[in-house]
């Protein structure tokens, strides 16, 4: 009975995190690593949380098909493919406990820049109101000299003022419907939303796939890293969630194969995956039916605050590496 409870500890403790990474954006990890790490040793976490992270996000590729923004996958899989080798395969050889202090910092800033943010859009939309408006005020003042026409005057004013008013709120709907992919849960706009000062590239994600997952396969896991860059790309909701798992999946098999044939996989490591791979497949469909009931607004607050305290969270488990 005794060796049977760790693999229910897992399982149970994997439920939960799964449904809080599908509302975060990821970061299951962080509430696994720790008990893989006292249950079985730190020797353990990479191959047991890549075998439960493989099966997880394999799930959520099957449920959010249609949201994976297949162009960013493309550019993704050549550098993560190399990365997810040459870093199980460094695993192998030696292990670095430093890099993730490097990554928790950068979580910690990317979430504090993203909330100090402001969207552009809202300033022009102001600004334009504005000056349409004292525009509007100067011609009556000036029609005001003319008493014959004022009548005639002002009523083309308010005729050209809401075809400009229907214009601009076409113009809006039509740049928001171009940013985003359609999808029947989310009602809300990305004008509503506050805009990063520079949008990132899809072929800019090749290097920082191969850097996640080169440094994935050395310390198991590199939290949320990538999801600054997802939402300067634009996704958002189960455009990430679908893209993220996506590239996971792909990022895992890689270090599947190569742990199995460098013999760095063990039978109970492999139990103690697959307890946590199947237990995010109803974790997985719970997370989904209360992702469609949040706004893009909610979903984004969460990623942030979730990139902070992971940040804070490896930092936390590096703190031997600052006493010392």
């Not at 799964?18 to 079985?40: E, K, Q, R």
């Not at 969207?119 to 525009?135: E, G, I, Y």
């Not at 270090?255 to 497949?281: C, M, P, R, V």
Request: charged content about 15%; glycine content about 8%.
């Amino acid at each position: 009975m005794s060796e049977i409870m760790p693999t229910i500890y897992l399982s149970i403790v994997s439920f939960f995190a799964w449904i809080v990474s599908t509302l975060a954006g990821g970061g299951s990890p962080f509430v696994l690593i720790p008990l893989v790490n006292l249950l079985m040793g730190a020797a353990s976490v990479p191959p047991v949380i890549t075998i439960g992270m493989f099966f997880g996000n394999a799930h959520r590729v099957f449920l959010f098909w249609r949201d994976i923004d297949w162009k960013l996958t493309a550019w993704y899989a050549p550098g993560a493919v190399f990365g997810a080798i040459l870093g199980a395969y460094t695993f192998t050889r030696i292990h670095i406990d430093g890099l993730q202090i490097v990554i928790g910092i950068f979580l910690l800033i990317s979430a504090v820049l993203f909330e100090l943010e402001k969207s552009p859009d809202t300033k022009n939309v102001d600004n334009s109101a504005s000056q349409h408006d004292l525009n509007n005020s100067d011609n009556l003042n000036s029609d005001n000299l003319n008493s014959d026409n004022l009548e005639t005057k002002l009523t083309a004013l308010a005729i050209a003022s809401e075809e400009t008013r229907d214009s601009q709120e076409t113009k809006e709907s039509g740049e928001s419907g171009a940013n985003e992919i359609p999808n029947a849960n989310q009602t809300e706009t990305q004008g509503q939303l506050p805009k990063p000062k520079f949008k990132l590239e899809a072929w800019h994600i090749m290097p920082a796939g191969f850097l996640k997952a080169y440094v994935s396969g050395l310390v198991g896991t590199t939290g949320p890293v990538l999801n600054p860059f997802y939402l300067r790309y634009g996704l958002l909701k189960e455009q990430m969630i679908a893209t993220k798992a996506a590239h996971m999946t792909i990022i895992h098999v890689f270090k599947l194969i190569t742990y199995g044939l460098l013999a760095a996989l063990s039978q109970e490591q492999a139990i103690a995956g697959l307890a946590i791979g199947l237990a995010a497949i109803p974790a997985n469909l719970v997370g989904k039916y209360i992702l469609s009931r949040m706004s893009s607004q909610q979903f984004r607050q969460i990623v942030l605050a979730f990139m902070a305290v992971g940040g804070l969270w490896m930092l936390w488990g590096q703190r031997d590496l600052f006493l010392n």
